[in-house]
């Protein structure tokens, strides 16, 4: 079975700019959970989706958004990129949102 | 809010056994989680504890109290290819679903 993708796997952006990042679960899983994870930290908790409906929030600004689509897939959007937005970007799946959860292999996001 | 604690580093010998603490603290707990992370990789899933007691798979072994917001992840056998990060996750309970990381393990397997 095929596990967890994501795309791209390494992206270089411009302050200001925006960035898309899109995560396709394991066949089967309907919870999606987006990290951010910093060099030398764990990873952040951003968004948990669960039935295409947002289940969980960390404490990140405005400027980062996430959908889940009819197929399980996700987005994680975010705005007016700032240079601390470099980071990896992590997605993670799930049954249900509270079974354990599988990551993907990331995105790699600079932003210079 | 949650607060995870860990050791930032360890070293053991290949062949000998380790035990990694993580001690939490939250308002409402849903699981534990236990992943290993090789550097610039992502983290692989190594164990989920909802209830208080030992869960054994193959040369891993995690353990939970939950009454001491106290978990260790125990490796047998160690072997080269277990030197990377560990990390601790709590999950939270209620219809708002929060998992918090620890900051992890840094395990540094020596000859």
């Known amino acids: 079975d095929a596990g967890v993708t994501q795309s791209p796997t390494h992206l270089i952006k411009t302050r200001g700019q925006h960035v898309t990042l899109r995560c396709s679960p394991i066949?089967?899983?309907?919870?999606v959970s987006w990290y951010q994870q910093v060099l030398g930290q764990g990873p952040q908790f951003i968004f948990q989706?669960?039935?295409?409906?947002?289940?969980g929030r960390g404490n990140f600004p405005d400027r980062f958004s996430a959908r889940q689509f009819p197929n399980y897939s996700s987005e994680l959007n975010v705005n007016a990129l700032l240079l601390g937005d470099s980071a990896l970007y992590l997605c993670?799946?799930?049954?249900?949102?509270?079974?354990?959860?599988?990551f993907g292999p990331g995105t790699r996001l600079t932003v210079t | 809010g949650q607060n995870i604690d860990q050791p930032t580093e360890m070293t053991a010998t290949e062949g000998a056994i380790v035990q990694i603490n993580c001690t939490y603290q939250?308002?409402?707990?849903?699981?534990l989680f236990w992943y290993q992370q090789h550097a610039g990789e992502a983290p692989t899933f190594l164990s989920y504890?909802?209830?208080?007691g030992l869960e054994e798979k193959g040369r891993f072994s995690s353990f939970l109290s939950r009454s001491k917001g106290y978990s260790y992840l125990l490796l047998k056998e160690l072997q080269m290819k277990d030197s990377a990060s560990y990390l601790c996750?709590?999950?939270?309970?209620?219809?708002?679903?929060?998992?918090?990381f620890g900051i992890g393990t840094k395990l540094q397997v020596i000859p």
């Open positions: 993670a799946s799930s049954l249900a949102y509270s079974y354990e959860q599988y």
């Open positions: 066949s089967g899983h309907k919870s």
């Open positions: 989706y669960y039935e295409k409906e947002e289940r």
């Open positions: 939250t308002s409402g707990f849903n699981g």
């Open positions: 504890n909802v209830l208080d």
């Open positions: 996750a709590v999950r939270q309970s209620g219809g708002y679903q929060k998992v918090t």
